[in-house]
């Protein structure tokens, strides 16, 4: 069955830096345009991240660009999220998203894994 398993989340301190992972099977992931959403209680959830299939176009929400590093490895079936420079502000749950490049109601969402960032 269709599984996506994030990993990695945790506790950080502010300037600090952690790395998540997602790991996808149960469908041909390289077809799969790649994104990272986050949550936090009360509030929509939001477009982190966002990769193309092949890896060789991204694009970041305003308040992490600079910051956060999305990437791909089409042979591990994972999508990574490197986030350094953490500040509280990005305290939420995180979870990964696939969309097929050409069936866009082909989608799948991870369970999420909670990112904190506290001193």
């Known amino acids: 069955q269709v599984q996506l398993v994030e990993s990695g989340g945790g506790l950080a301190q502010p300037g600090g830096s952690l790395r998540l992972s997602c790991a996808a099977s149960?469908?041909?992931?390289?077809?799969?345009?790649m994104s990272w959403y986050r949550q936090t209680p009360g509030k929509e959830r939001e477009l982190v991240a966002a990769i193309t299939t092949a890896g060789d176009s991204t694009n970041y929400a305003d308040s992490v660009k600079g910051r956060f590093t999305i990437s791909r490895d089409n042979a591990k079936n994972t999508v990574y999220l490197q986030m350094n420079s953490l500040k509280p502000e990005d305290t939420a749950v995180y979870y990964c998203?696939?969309?097929?490049?050409?069936?866009?109601?082909?989608?799948?969402w991870g369970q999420g894994t909670q990112v904190t960032v506290s001193s």
């Open positions: 998203k696939a969309v097929h490049k050409w069936v866009a109601s082909s989608n799948y």
């Open positions: 149960g469908f041909t992931f390289s077809f799969y345009a």
